[in-house]
């Protein structure tokens, strides 16, 4: 098992979605409104590639929600994208963003390719076609897109210098996740693991769980994984098991993360890393550890190995990491499940900061962005568990019904234009 399409995952958002409605006794209007995308928007993408020949890639963007303010959501690059899997990452974005409470909706687009095989110059056509292909609906007050799996900062400077070149000025927020150069903020790289470490730190405090005695399983190793891992051996939390796509290593004793990540600067992946046991990934999200962080891809923890779990909190680094049926099994099992769309948007409210910071023209130190983060990151959790607590529901249904409640009062204040 091992990516997005053993499940449908706009269908796994709606079955949260309809939950969460269902409990909060939710206008059927809006209901109907929420339960489809605003836009679809699906682009052909031709590339004269380096041989000569014109290769021609598929991509979407597609906004679930345009009433809260502009759309927000990364951009992926993966062979994997499919129509269903942006529909529901552009959902989970709207929840997300009205979880921590930012003037956001959700977006997300995406392309079918596998960057590794293009060359540099191949990559940069590609995204620059792309964004003039979407240009039309996004923008610093329509769709501000960023990062996510297979695209980085370099990616978004094209994005940013195609769309600035379209409408003839310089116009660093229409992108987030930029090199500070470009209008960058400061923090943003770090924001989700930090945003993860947060948490953490919060749900262990709130179930009982000693952090100074406690074994992480971190599953990816990438930018959510590898940073997460840091701020958590920094804080003196034992690391015992980290995974990425080639393979996962075990050390019983907490692995040295600082030297892992020199390792894997050096050899990309963490197997091999001297002194740790290599173990099976997937078998390794059943170790006995205390928490559990898939950082990865959607769709692992399932009906088929949620019951062998031994973790008592899981944080989910990822987007969609577990499906509904595990869900339920969890819940049965007592294990508390800090969904994706509080767990991991510590990216998206500096992604905010960024985009505000471009239109004031005016930059915050590291220290400010990261203690106004670490205040949204507590607010929003806190929220979250009582919501939870409240309706005696799961946080993940906890979380839903939060934000599924803030973006009706939104449409109701509007009311359907006709
Ligand atoms: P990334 O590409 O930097 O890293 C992904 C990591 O997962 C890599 O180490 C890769 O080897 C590993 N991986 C891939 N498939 C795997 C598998 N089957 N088993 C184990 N490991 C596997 O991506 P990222 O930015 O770290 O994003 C990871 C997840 O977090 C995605 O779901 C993404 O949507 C989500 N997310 C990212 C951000 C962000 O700011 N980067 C913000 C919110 C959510």
Redesign the pocket.
């Known amino acids: 098992m091992?990516?997005a399409n053993v499940k449908d995952p706009w269908q796994e958002m709606l079955k949260r979605f309809n939950e969460a409605a269902r409990r909060l006794n939710l206008d059927e209007g809006v209901w109907k409104i929420l339960s489809e995308p605003d836009l679809e928007l699906k682009v052909s993408i031709p590339v004269v590639m380096d041989n000569g020949k014109v290769e021609v890639f598929t991509g979407y963007r597609v906004q679930h929600s345009r009433a809260m303010g502009p759309c927000k959501g990364?951009i992926?690059y993966d062979i994997n994208v499919n129509i269903a899997e942006v529909k529901a990452?552009a959902a989970w974005m709207t929840w997300k963003c009205s979880v921590v409470n930012l003037p956001f909706g959700g977006a997300k687009g995406g392309i079918i390719v596998d960057p590794t095989r293009l060359s540099m110059r191949e990559l940069e056509l590609l995204t620059r076609r792309y964004t003039a292909a979407i240009a039309a609906i996004i923008g610093p007050d329509r769709d501000v897109p960023?990062?996510?799996?297979?695209t980085n900062d370099k990616v978004m400077a094209w994005v940013m210098d195609t769309y600035s070149m379209h409408v003839g000025q310089s116009c660093p927020a229409v992108v987030t996740?930029k090199p500070l150069l470009l209008g960058g903020s400061r923090g943003r790289t770090d924001?989700?693991g930090r945003g993860v470490f947060d948490v953490l730190q919060h749900a262990a405090h709130r179930f009982n769980v000693d952090l100074r005695k406690a074994r992480v399983v971190v599953?990816?190793?990438?930018?959510?994984?590898?940073t997460s891992a840091r701020y958590f051996h920094d804080a003196g939390i034992k690391v015992v098991g980290i995974?990425?796509?080639?393979g996962?290593i075990y050390h019983p004793d907490g692995l040295d993360i600082t030297k892992l990540r020199e390792w894997v600067a050096k050899n990309k992946?963490v197997v091999g890393f001297p002194g740790a046991q290599p173990v099976d990934?997937m078998e390794m999200l059943t170790l006995p550890c205390d928490v559990l962080v898939p950082?990865?891809?959607?769709n692992?923890i399932t009906e088929e190995n949620a019951a062998q779990i031994k973790a008592k909190l899981i944080i989910e680094?990822?987007?969609?990491?577990t499906t509904d049926e595990a869900d339920k099994i969890l819940e049965k099992m007592g294990v508390q499940v800090v969904p994706?769309i509080l767990a991991?948007?510590?990216?998206?409210t500096v992604s905010y900061f960024e985009w505000v910071q471009d239109r004031m023209g005016f930059f915050w130190p590291e220290a400010e962005v990261n203690q106004r983060l670490d205040e949204i990151m507590h607010r929003s959790f806190q929220e979250v568990a009582d919501m939870a607590q409240k309706h005696q529901t799961s946080l993940r249904i906890g979380a839903y019904m939060l934000s599924v409640e803030r973006v009706a009062q939104v449409y109701k204040l509007r009311g359907v234009y006709a």
């Open positions: 091992s990516h990364g992926r990452l960023a990062p996510d799996v297979g996740g924001a989700t599953q990816g190793f990438g930018n959510v994984g590898a995974s990425d796509v080639r996962a992946f990934p950082a990865a891809v959607e692992q680094g990822a987007n969609g990491p994706d991991n948007a510590g990216g998206v």
